[in-house]
């Protein structure tokens, strides 16, 4: 049988009786000015999950780059756990200064183990997962459901796939039909075995954490995406979104981020 044929084999497989009725705490993201000359993170990294590419993060670098911030893009191979942060570790070496590391989704996990790097001064979880050291990515599912619109397609070779009947009312049900398509047929699959995959390094229990939270997210179980953030102590924003919030709604994720390196400036927001 293939490896995690879908999410919610991943939460039947590791499920145990657990509820989490967290509420979330909302702020509330708005216009920012052109980023000072004298603010001291102007650097912003971004690193995108399973089943997309750094493309799809244009909305959120125009914006950024649009304030003055100087935005480098991730391209994960999602091979392995450690190819990915090998990769966010690259992105890392080339900056000039402190930066504010962006994870969506599996990013999530890439910028945990990654962001104990010096350069790193805060943390934004997109939609994104959190494990600590020692847990893996698929623990994180235990005692949730994921909605049944998320289905994915595992190959022999271990690779997994959103299925393409069920991409965007699973991925990306907000956007539009021309651009949930062109994600749907630009997938690049990620290796299901880095879901099992522990972490050595957990990031967030060191550097203050963010988290953007769509709540029309049908990747994860809404009382799992609270969870995770309450846990990590993140600031968190709620938008209506999908799990494409990083492309359907690029000016509330780059608001955040950006929000995120005045506080780690010590700026006023």
């Not at 216009?31 to 399973?50: D, K, Y």
Request: glycine residues 8%.
């Amino acid at each position: 049988m293939p490896l995690f044929s879908n999410f919610r084999s991943i939460a039947a497989a590791l499920a145990v009786a657990a509820s989490f009725p967290i509420a979330a705490t909302a702020q509330t993201a708005g216009p920012s000015a052109h980023v000072a000359a004298t603010q001291s993170v102007r650097n912003v990294v971004l690193v995108h999950g399973a089943f997309a590419d750094g493309s799809g993060w244009r909305g959120v670098y125009d914006e950024l780059t649009g304030r003055g911030y100087r935005v480098t893009i991730v391209q994960n191979p999602l091979t392995s756990l450690a190819d990915d942060v090998a990769a966010t570790k690259r992105a890392l070496a080339r900056l000039d200064g402190p930066a504010i590391l962006v994870g969506h989704s599996w990013g999530g996990t890439v910028i945990t183990e990654t962001g104990v790097d010096p350069k790193v001064a805060g943390l934004v979880y997109v939609s994104a997962l959190s494990p600590d050291a020692g847990e893996t990515t698929a623990q994180q599912y235990e005692g949730f459901v994921t909605p049944p619109e998320f289905v994915l397609d595992t190959h022999s070779d271990g690779f997994g796939f959103v299925d393409l009947a069920k991409f965007k009312a699973g991925f990306a049900a907000d956007a539009s039909d021309r651009d949930a398509a062109f994600m749907r047929d630009s997938q690049v699959p990620i290796n299901m075995s880095a879901f099992g995959t522990k972490l050595t390094q957990a990031a967030w229990r060191g550097k203050p954490s963010w988290a953007v939270i769509a709540t029309d997210d049908k990747a994860f179980d809404q009382r799992m995406l609270q969870h995770m953030a309450k846990r990590i102590g993140a600031k968190v924003t709620e938008v209506p979104a999908s799990h494409a919030v990083f492309m359907t709604q690029p000016k509330v994720v780059a608001d955040v981020i950006d929000g995120a390196a005045r506080a780690a400036s010590g700026k006023p927001r």
